[in-house]
């Protein structure tokens, strides 16, 4: 991975005016003390590689640009080649930010470069843990993993005696889903007996690991379907619009549907998606979970993505 080294730290009091380099910016969780673009939104702090200004320079046959002059916080040496996404975070002795957003609304208003060049290969990025950054000073890039958990509760799948068809379901229409979103993503798939313990014995492990839980399985009203009591006792917080409209839109053709005590909700870190056992039930309530997941992901992040 490239070597990313900060050039220049620029700031300037006013939002839509270009910055200025300064000797050192100091970080708090509002953003750059002393800078327009402080406060407690997403955009607190702007990156810009050196690239981008040579290739908006070559382009345009235009003249030499000082640091901060395209509205960069932070001029980069490095940056170009990665290919970043919201959540990647860099780091730089005691100080973290995190990418919010990547590129922004064109404005074109405005007349200063930076109007046309952040729109399009700017990163936003916010605090995370504050401190001091200046021109020499080192960022070490963290890409953003999502973590997928899939577990399938059912006594006889996991004894072998019946094939899991239900979580391999859920693990492919994830995988199509993250793959749009451009996002890094890892899935992983459990099949467990129905046992209240090992699921409770898991989902306290996995709430703190992962992004996102789907389990499948267990949501009837058999004396082993324990899925929705052990979910929900470990609940932070419940998102019930999600599953009752599933219930109540599949349930008017097929009644069956009614029955399913699937719940959803935020586990720590994680959000967690309690769906029935069945192919034709998981790509039911796929279809409608997929449509709100990845604005969920936003909320959960304290993210504005509108």
Known sequence: MAEIVILSVNKSEKRGTSKYPTEEIQLDMNGIVGDGHAGKW??????????????????????????????????????????????????????????????????????????????????????????????????????????????????????????????????????????????????????????AKVLEGILKKAKEENDVIFTTGGTGIGPRDITPEVVKALLDKEIPGVMEMIRLKYGIEKPNALLSRGIAGVMGKSLIYSLPGSVRAVNDYMTEILKTLEHLIYMQHGIDAH
């Open 42 to 195: 997403n955009r607190q702090i702007s990156l810009l590689d050196i690239s981008h200004v040579e290739h908006f320079r070559k382009l345009t046959s235009s003249r030499e640009f000082k640091y901060g002059e395209f509205s960069e916080n932070i001029t980069l040496k490095g940056l170009g080649s990665l290919e970043i996404n919201r959540f990647d975070k860099f780091s730089s002795g005691n100080v973290e930010i995190e990418v919010t957003q990547t590129g922004k609304p064109f404005h074109s208003k405005f007349k200063d470069a930076g109007n046309y060049v952040m729109p399009k290969t700017g990163v936003f990025c916010r605090v995370v843990r504050p401190g001091i950054l200046k021109a020499s000073d080192k960022f070490t890039y963290h890409p953003k993993t999502f973590k997928i958990l899939v577990i399938t509760l059912s006594d006889r799948a996991s004894t072998g005696e019946y094939e899991d068809r239900s979580g391999p379901r859920i693990r492919e229409l994830s995988d199509i889903f993250f793959a749009k979103t451009g996002w890094r993503f890892k899935i992983t798939n459990e099949v467990i007996p129905d046992d």
